[in-house]
């Protein structure tokens, strides 16, 4: 699995967290709602997605929950 962060800044394009998370590909993201996405296409929702991260070396030795959402846009 990789790992790392990008920063949006050098994104190509704007970043859409609900067409991100809802792609098949980020399945380790929870909708908070505990539905799944109906429409092969969504984008620019407001949702807010659930997950839990493995500890952070020299911030924690436990898993941390983490929950995002999009606001504003895409």
Do not use: C, K
């Amino acid at each position: 699995m990789e790992r790392g962060a990008i920063d949006v800044a050098d994104l190509a394009g704007p970043f859409d967290l609900q067409a991100t998370v809802e792609s098949g590909q980020s399945y380790l993201w929870n909708r908070a709602d505990g539905r799944t996405y109906e429409d092969l296409h969504a984008h620019g929702g407001d949702e807010w997605y659930e997950t839990v991260v493995a500890p952070i070396p020299d911030v924690t030795d436990e898993r941390v929950p983490l929950r995002v959402r999009q606001v504003g846009g895409v």
